[in-house]
């Protein structure tokens, strides 16, 4: 079993609608990541967070300790949101190099 | 641009020949890491370097060596590639320990084939 999980793998959406993605862990953590990788791109930071709730314009990272779970919402969603969302963690015992464990990501479409 | 360059952006090798990733970041952050990416699992950790001069392995070291002889730069060698070496390889940087938002910037990832 992965220590990063995310659910769903894949996930359309039609322009407009409200998106969650979730990421558990089975690891004590430190913090969670999340990224974004737009097709054929790179990777790109979203949030990084160890407690509580992150806003940016329209995205949502939310974290839960104690459950071990995290979410990322999407408002009003637009296609140049499609890309893959890649959750991370550092476990505690990494905090001496950062090291991060990844999840396989989730494919999102947005469709017009 | 401040942030992580990787050369080169796409590669296509014969089995049994070397070659040299390289990785430069102008932030001075203290770690650097090298990952691959391969279709439905998540980015896997080949080896770190937590200052100039240092370098660890990581999940999948075998088959690359990595230097790092100055603070901005950090290698990844192939010696001889071989086919299961076919991946996408993602350079990271952060900043050290006990930076309170140690961050967490990638490059754009260099695509690499091997037939």
């Known amino acids: 079993k992965n220590e990063v999980e995310q659910s769903p793998q894949n996930l359309t959406a039609q322009e407009g609608e409200f998106i969650t993605i979730n990421c558990s862990y089975s690891?004590?953590?430190?913090?969670l990541h999340w990224l974004q990788q737009h097709p054929g791109g790179g990777i790109v930071s979203l949030f990084m967070l160890s407690s509580g709730k992150k806003k940016h314009g329209r995205l949502i990272a939310t974290i839960n300790i104690q459950e071990k779970h995290s979410s990322l919402h999407i408002t009003a969603s637009h296609p140049r949101d499609s890309a893959v969302y890649i959750c991370a963690v550092r476990s505690r015992g990494d905090g001496a190099t950062n090291k991060l464990i990844f999840g396989t990501g989730t494919l999102l479409a947005v469709q017009p | 641009n401040a942030g992580v360059t990787q050369t080169p952006k796409f590669r296509v090798l014969k089995t049994g020949q070397s070659m040299t990733l390289l990785c430069a970041q102008d932030?001075?952050?203290?770690?650097m890491y090298w990952y691959r990416q391969d279709p439905g699992m998540g980015l896997r950790l080949i080896h770190y370097s937590v200052g100039e001069g240092t370098t660890a392995k990581g999940e999948v070291p075998d088959g690359y060596n990595v230097s790092r002889l100055k603070k901005q730069n950090f290698l990844l060698g192939l010696e001889s590639a071989a086919p299961s070496q076919t991946s996408v390889y993602f350079c990271?940087?952060?900043?050290?320990?006990?930076?309170?938002?140690?961050?967490?910037?990638f490059g754009s990832g260099t695509r690499l084939t091997v037939v």
């Open positions: 990271a940087s952060s900043s050290g320990q006990g930076a309170f938002n140690y961050g967490y910037t």
């Open positions: 690891v004590g953590i430190s913090a």
């Open positions: 932030m001075n952050h203290e770690y």
